[in-house]
């Protein structure tokens, strides 16, 4: 007899690692960090766009995950209200010529 794992046993194993990852809070937690960044950097045009566009992206894939939800659409309503304030300043900046 070897000493191999069972097929039952590895399939257990892969399932209990995709349970883990999926319950892992880390990514509404990034999303959550790169929406309070894009929030910040948001009155200089391009990095509020580019950060605003990332926390929008990560929100979406955390929002997925029942642990993070509340966490990914706070990120996702920081990433949006970022990209308006770009967008603000920006016209702004061009209208000032």
Sequence with gaps: MSTDKTVADRL????????AREESPTL?????????????VSPISI??????????G????????PVTAKQAKIAMALGGAA???GVFFF???VAQG
């Design 47 to 56: 990095l509020g766009w580019v950060f605003g566009a990332a926390a929008l």
């Design 83 to 85: 990209i308006l304030i």
């Design 28 to 40: 509404g937690k990034i999303a959550l960090i790169v929406g309070v960044v894009a929030l910040l």
């Design 12 to 19: 257990l194993d892969e399932a209990r690692a995709k349970t």
């Design 91 to 93: 016209t702004l900046n």
């Design 58 to 65: 990560l929100g979406v894939a955390a929002v997925r995950r």
